[in-house]
């Protein structure tokens, strides 16, 4: 039976000690980065895994563990910006290795999860991650994916959409904000056949419970992508945070889909689909945008880009059906 | 919390305490207080699942039905997230300047 919430309300209760991650952390109010770690690490508990987490620098680990405080009760672990999944690759080698010398017992089910923003896997992890990912260590990589460097004050990053008003990139009379296309990250780790790669939305819990669930279960390196709405530099009410994640996948934005040893399979379809111009303009991030002259020039070449994204997305499904690469 | 002197701290500094950091409360960022209509309430268990703060209070009753209870106000960030998720508007959000005599 799939994991579902009520069932996880009934064992965690209020005791998030028991989740791995507790009250007292000093990320924003409304911040959608503790849900998804609240998400991954309860169904990792509730699967009978044990958790160990490594963290990539970024909003959450600097604050969940300001000295002389932390708000982990699982096993972790933070190194430096560019090599969490290098030092997770690390930590999987090695329990292997004390499991052969029976220092840890065998049947011991260890979970090794990764967190990351997206400064820290789009651009600055890119390496580590692909070198976890091609060494084929069984550890579950999951990005927090803000769409920026929030923590140090909404700089643009590889994972920031166009469009966007970022300070290293802002809109003014000759740019429209940044102007490059947001990297496909999942494609890119999917592309290295051997793994599970796929997208989350806080908005879908079951969803996400599912994928974390095939991910843990999957004999090999993981990746999970779910979307973290940032209330301050996303300019969005702090209680927003889910409505704006749900608004993503309602508009193409952020399709749901996994790549599972180079099978597509798109997990949600919904029935209707709503113009892109919804999601912009829940977000004050894009209001820059969207008061220039030529505003719906760009918003039309953005809805046409997505739509075709998602065409992309359901061929794809439809041509690799089955036809599992390794 | 008095801070440690350097003769107490461990070793390297390490935090010898899992989640020491409940003893921050992060309650006193709140400027609008969560209130919960329990007559309203369906116990449906949606705020308890997206509260990013951890601060909903639930129980299990002798059904074995999770329960809600309440709000950690020491720890409630007062961000609204479970007055938007909740389905039957259980939750209100008021301005905590009308709690100013507690």
């Known amino acids: 039976m799939p994991v579902n919430y009520i069932d996880m309300a009934r064992t965690f209760k209020s005791n998030a000690e028991q989740v791995g991650i507790v009250q007292g952390h000093r990320l924003c109010p409304g911040c959608g980065a503790p849900i998804i770690a609240k998400f991954t690490l309860m169904t990792a508990k509730k699967l009978g895994f044990e958790p160990v987490v490594g963290l990539a620098t970024g909003c959450l680990e600097v604050s969940t563990t300001i000295y002389p405080y932390t708000a982990w009760t699982v096993p972790y672990i933070h190194n430096a910006f560019e090599n969490v999944a290098a030092t997770m690759s690390g930590v999987e080698t090695a329990a292997k290795s004390l499991k052969k010398f029976g220092e840890i017992p065998e049947d011991r089910k260890f979970a090794f999860i990764a967190f990351a923003g997206d400064g820290g896997t789009y651009d600055i992890g890119l390496q580590s991650l692909s070198g976890m990912v091609e060494r084929g260590h069984k550890v579950l990589y999951v990005l927090y994916d803000n769409e920026g460097y929030m923590n140090t004050g909404n700089q643009r990053s590889g994972g920031t959409p166009t469009g966007s008003n970022t ?160 | 919390m008095a801070l440690k002197g350097w003769k107490e701290i461990p070793i390297g500094g390490v935090i ?87």
């Open chain 1, 167 to 326: 300070t290293t990139a802002p809109v003014g009379k000759v740019i429209p904000g940044k102007v490059q296309i947001k990297k496909s990250i999942v494609d890119i780790i999917g592309a290295h056949e051997g793994v599970y790669a796929a997208t989350a939305s806080i908005s879908d819990p079951a969803d996400f419970f599912a994928k974390v669930e095939k991910a843990l279960n999957f004999d090999g390196p993981s990746f999970i992508a779910a979307l973290s709405p940032c209330t301050r530099f996303w300019r969005i009410p702090d209680s927003a945070t889910n409505s704006v994640s749900k608004l993503a996948v309602e508009t193409k934005y952020w399709p749901l889909y996994e790549i599972d040893r180079g099978v597509y399979r798109v997990t949600r379809k919904p029935r209707q689909f709503k113009p892109l111009i919804e999601f912009l303009k829940a977000q004050g991030r894009f209001k820059p945008l969207l008061s220039r002259p030529d505003a719906d020039e760009i918003v039309n070449k953005l809805q046409e880009y997505v739509d075709k994204r998602w065409e992309r997305l359901l061929a794809l499904e439809e041509a690799t059906k089955d036809k599992y690469l390794r």
């Open chain 2, 16 to 102: 010898d305490e899992p989640g020491k950091s409940r003893e921050y409360h992060t309650g006193t960022w709140r400027v609008l207080r969560p209130i919960v209509d329990l007559d309203k309430c369906t116990h449906c268990m949606l705020c308890w699942l997206y509260c990013p703060d951890m601060a909903i209070e639930i129980t299990v009753n002798e059904k074995n039905r999770p329960q809600m209870v309440g709000f950690m106000y020491d720890y409630c960030k007062g961000c609204g997230l479970c007055a938007d998720v909740c389905p039957v508007n259980a939750i209100e959000m008021k301005p905590e300047t009308e709690f100013l005599e507690e």
